[in-house]
């Protein structure tokens, strides 16, 4: 055997492997404590935070909005704040494919959130990074579609 030979078995492995990995993942169901809630306190316990569709059900595919309800830890509305939106799919190890953005501020402590798209379904994390007087801090929903 000449090395072009064995370089292209070896090859063929490789290719062979990181489609198996990759099938595994994409087959991979979420873990069974996931914590699937849409209300809870930041990272650092700096802000309660919620999210929630503005239309229900959830739905793979289209574009929708989100809102989310920020509040000091005793139920103050939080104004002003900056937020970043990301997230993925853990178990694929990739991005939302889609740029969410918070665009507008809605009163109440309650912020929208256009731009959101899942495009399959499974395990996805919705990640908030949060700037206000408070100070910094962030948060991480889970969702399973």
């Known amino acids: 055997m000449n090395r072009r030979s064995v370089a ?28 699937l809630s849409r209300s809870k306190a930041s990272a650092k316990g700096l802000y309660a935070v919620a999210v ?6 959830l739905e793979q595919g289209p574009l929708h909005n989100w809102v989310l309800t920020l509040k000091t830890p005793d139920g103050a509305p939080v104004e002003g704040a900056t937020i970043a939106v990301g997230g993925g799919m853990p178990q694929h190890g ?4 889609t740029q969410p953005q918070a665009t507008a501020y809605l009163g109440e402590g309650r912020y929208r959130i256009e731009g959101v798209r899942f495009n399959m379904s499974g395990w996805w994390e919705f990640k908030f990074d949060i700037k206000a007087a408070a100070g910094d801090d962030s948060v991480v929903f889970n969702l399973t579609l």
């Open 94 to 97: 990739h991005g939302l494919p």
């Open 8 to 35: 292209f078995i070896l090859l063929a492995i490789a290719i062979a492997l990181a489609v198996g990995v990759i099938g595994y993942g994409m087959m991979m169901t979420p873990p069974d404590d996931l914590d």
């Open 52 to 57: 929630a569709p503005e239309k229900e059900p």
